[in-house]
């Protein structure tokens, strides 16, 4: 049978493997969650929303004839990596997981490791400070617990709503970014805190650079945890494994 591939994508990493698929001539589609207004070009057809949960994936698998699902979704998408292993044994469909290495702490560096969000706003306690907080749009609201500090808040696309934040400042943007403009833009703002997700990768990393030669304190929020799931950090990896995944379900 011929492949037909699902990669659920969203990341730098998902768009460089579509790239490679199609240059491979491998047919797929790439489906994003429609959080971002405006989704960077893809170079395999775009599919966008949601599937309705682990059943309602599974049955897309099955009508769509998919042969092999690749997740490539941020490390920090939790449920749908967990639905994507769980409906890919359901569907008897092979997966694999392109995933990020997360980023590691050096002597140079001042984390203070928080296990999850709630972990991150409660280290948040305390006399104002001038903060940049980069956890994406989803969970700014979370933060309005700590409403006494002023933040900086990278974005890619506007806020929908007012922010519960009585002093904050908005830079809409798309990375990745660089360490020269992450510095200026925290000395900019007098940043004296930054909170980030243990992302990985690099497109995201000069912001953790930056606070490292600026000595100023990052609380990084740990990854959750995933179901147990084929992985690598590699396109050529993917494409090694695509190779071989017709009599292994890898999942």
Known sequence: MEPNLLVL?????AARLCRALA???LRGTVSLAGRVASPAAQALPLRIGGFGGVEGLASHLQAERITHVIDATHPFA???????VAACRAAGVPLIALSRAPWEETAADRWIRVPDMAGAVSALAGP???VMLAV????LADFAAQAQHVYLLRLVDPPEAPLDFPDHHVVVDRGPFGLESDRRLMREHR??????KNSGGSGAFAKIAAARE???PVIMIDRPALPARRETHEVEEVLRWLDHAGTDLGV
């Open 136 to 139: 994406g749009r989803m969970h």
């Open 128 to 130: 104002r400070r001038r």
């Open 214 to 216: 600026l000595g100023l």
């Open 191 to 196: 940043i004296d805190l930054v909170v980030s």
């Open 9 to 13: 994508g969203g990341t730098a990493e």
């Open 23 to 25: 240059g491979a001539g």
């Open 78 to 84: 939790a449920q749908m990596s967990a639905n994507a």
